[in-house]
């Protein structure tokens, strides 16, 4: 592979830290990246094919006995491409070792138990890579901005959130969390796009239109949820989604780093291999 076209890795540069303003944030920039789109395109495939082998590991430790995963939340208002991230992103490694959910309004058996209750039960198995379409974090986001419950009770969750992560990351869990961030012109585009193309309605809801007209109380939201989650053992990584394939390529970037981080090794065998090899061919 070729030297690294990054000019600042971007674990540094989309990491959310003390201090960081949405309000000052640019959803169309492509910070750390001076390269162009096809340069990040093929940069992304390549990571991609390493991000596929580490997964492979990390299954291969999974049947091995081994307890680890790794979590991908993905959080972003509609249109942030989600979505994309799990075809184009996701889609790189082995299906069968992902460990997929999504999270919508919570059905009445989800409501008449914890918010976590429904997370717990959708974390990866060892060896998996999860990834949640959406999240605990809607607890409070959209839970917020509609009132859902009072604001002692999603005021409480932030703290419960960072003591739930410290337990998943202390049982072996590797959180990568990514807020996925569209300009508001760029969604207007986007929604738009969804209405006029018939293959697309499918994806248009009505009700989007509504969390749009909140966009300065969802960007409340989402700031009070960075200050107050974005802890050392599960930062958030803000992302700026308006040009798609920034926002995959750091997020492969994001992924493989984790992945890395993790000193991966293939299992040794539980047999001996020479001795399988005479057995083999006297078959
Ligand atoms: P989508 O991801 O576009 O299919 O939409 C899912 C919808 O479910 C979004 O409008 C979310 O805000 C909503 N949602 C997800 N989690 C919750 C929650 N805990 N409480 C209320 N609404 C939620
Ligand atoms: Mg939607």
Known sequence: MSKNPWDRSPVEVLRAGPGFRLESFDP???????????????????QGERLADLQEMLFAEGRSGGTRSVLLVLQGMDTAGKGGILRHVVGMVDPQGVDHASFGKPTDEELAHHYLW???RALPQ????????RSHYED??????????????????????NAFEAELVGAGTAIVKVALMVSLEEQKARLMERLERPDKHWKYNPADLAARAKWPAYRSAYQAMLDHTSTEIAPWFVVPADHKWYARLAVTELLLDAF???GLRWPAPTYDVEAEKHRLQAT
């Open 28 to 46: 169309s920039a492509t910070p750390g990246w001076s390269d162009d789109k096809d340069d990040g395109t093929e940069r992304m495939r390549d």
């Open 118 to 120: 429904r997370i717990r």
């Open 126 to 133: 060892p060896g998996r890579l999860g990834v949640f379409d």
């Open 140 to 161: 409070v986001l959209v839970v917020r901005v509609e009132e859902l419950v009072p604001p002692d009770v999603w005021g409480a969750r932030y703290d419960e959130i």
């Open 260 to 262: 890395e981080r993790l």
